[in-house]
């Protein structure tokens, strides 16, 4: 059993666990970010991390799901929760093994994106500039439409390059 002022000790005893692990660089970030939340929130609280069981951690859980995020998040914020649950148990940090107690959320199944051809965003061009609208209706599609598409085609050449350089220097942009 570790003493309840050991908890902080546990966050990078985490990270450097995520690191044996060979987790990705980011992958150790937003494991740690999430881990150092549910740490704030036992400290914050005033819980005996030893004695921590099911109903504060479903509290803990609860309080996070009122926020406006998405369901695969949540789901991501569960998974995370629960395998710093387990790591603290595996650790003595936990009387008991939380972790298997939490039910995994399902993540909703995301829908494929197809990229337009030039013949669709000719033919999408050409419909905004056809309609019977007001001129501030079209303006503002055009403006939706054109930063849209403008700004996706930047990201993916720029997420092109970032890859290049990545597999040519191994230097990552």
Known sequence: MKEKT??????????????IKNKADSTIVDYS???LKLINYIIQNDIDTYKLNIEQV?????KNKKRTISNNT??????????FLSFLYDRGYLET?????IEAVKKIQSIERVALSENE????????KKRNCKDI????????FYFGINFKLEWFKNR???QAIYKHTGIKG
């Open 137 to 144: 209706e079209n303006l503002r599609d055009f403006i939706v």
């Open 6 to 19: 050991n908890i902080l000790s546990s966050y990078a005893e985490y990270k450097n666990y995520l690191e």
């Open 121 to 128: 965003i000719s033919r999408i061009e050409d419909y905004i």
């Open 58 to 62: 479903e509290s803990y859980l609860a």
């Open 97 to 101: 093994d939380i972790a298997k107690k």
């Open 160 to 162: 092109w390059r970032r």
């Open 33 to 35: 970010a999430k881990a």
């Open 74 to 83: 949540y789901a991501k914020f569960v998974n995370c929760s629960r395998i």
